[in-house]
């Protein structure tokens, strides 16, 4: 059921959809999963929401058919919300989640603004990590957007950054700061924003965490790059790079939605 927040339809107003079938045939909960359009495009431009049970394909249900393809990782029932997967990988034990590149994910050199989102339980202290990184293939630090862990510094430490004109630029708190380390074992739910001339911010749980101001231009294209989920590239390396723990909900937008809605 879909409905505005006060009955009349108005453009200034929400939309609230309610599920009618929380439960199937055998009384076994459903996880519905919404795709939200504005206009006649899509809202998002990735909406992974790991519900499918499945080693192989974690399916997009953005409209813009940006399945990902499932390495190593394995599907739990433990996620936020319904699903998720678990990634425990190292150097000698490849796990990624593989999404192929396609325009619908940036690839021409034309977005001035981006946010990524996603839910993130670590089951240990770590640095490096990249879990969203929309990169060339290595496992270096050449990500045209990328999100995770920062290497250096106290562990747990959120960064998000984006390639411009050549120069990768990222937000994120020092050592000394604690507003944008997680703690490992509980859930978190991380957003990372650019915006063009407005700057690159952290938002967890949330609260805005982290912001460099600013930065203005788009972000580099990064055509024949594949975006990938859990590690930051297609090829087994650098072990600190690998995600440990789960990970549920993958979005991506075209827009700087955190700053358009409430985060949570």
């Given at each position: 059921m879909l409905v505005s927040s006060h009955g009349t339809d108005g453009s200034d107003e929400d939309l609230i959809v309610t599920p009618q079938n929380v439960n199937d045939p055998d009384?076994?909960?459903?996880?519905?999963?919404?795709?939200?359009?504005?206009?006649?495009?899509?809202?998002n431009s990735l909406l992974l929401p790991f519900e499918t049970n499945s080693?192989?394909?974690?399916?997009?249900?953005?409209?813009?058919?940006?399945?990902?393809?499932?390495?190593?990782?394995?599907?739990?029932?433990?996620?936020?919300?319904?699903?998720?997967?678990?990634f425990e990988g190292s150097s000698s034990s490849h796990q990624v989640i593989t999404v192929?590149?396609?325009?619908s994910l940036g690839n021409d050199g034309s977005w001035d603004e981006i946010t990524l989102e996603y839910w993130v339980k670590p089951s240990v202290n770590q640095r490096g990590t990249r879990i969203i990184n929309k990169n060339g293939g290595d496992a270096g630090d050449s990500g045209k957007y990328m999100i995770g862990f920062n290497?250096?510094?106290?562990?747990?430490?959120?960064?998000?950054?984006?390639?411009i004109g050549g120069?990768?630029?990222?937000?994120?708190?020092?050592?000394?700061?604690?507003?944008?380390?997680?703690?490992?074992g509980v859930w978190s739910h991380i957003v990372g924003t650019y915006e063009s001339g407005v700057g690159i911010k952290i938002y967890i749980n949330g609260e805005l965490r982290s912001f460099n101001p600013g930065v203005t231009g788009p972000i580099d294209s990064?055509?024949?790059?594949?975006?990938?989920?859990?590690?930051?590239?297609?090829?087994?390396?650098?072990?600190?790079?690998?995600?440990?723990?789960?990970?549920d909900d993958c979005l991506l937008y075209t827009s700087d939605a955190a700053d358009e809605e409430d985060s949570v």
């Open positions: 009384l076994d909960d459903v996880t519905s999963v919404f795709t939200w359009q504005v206009d006649s495009g899509y809202f080693s192989v394909l974690a399916p997009d249900y953005s409209g813009n058919e940006n399945d990902g393809t499932v390495t190593g990782a394995s599907w739990t029932d433990q996620g936020i919300i319904g699903g998720a997967y678990s192929p590149d396609s325009v290497t250096n510094g106290a562990y747990n430490t959120v960064f998000f950054g984006v390639t120069s990768y630029l990222e937000t994120y708190a020092d050592s000394g700061d604690v507003n944008t380390i997680i703690p490992s990064s055509v024949g790059e594949d975006l990938f989920i859990g590690y930051a590239s297609a090829d087994a390396g650098t072990s600190n790079r690998y995600l440990k723990g789960l990970l």
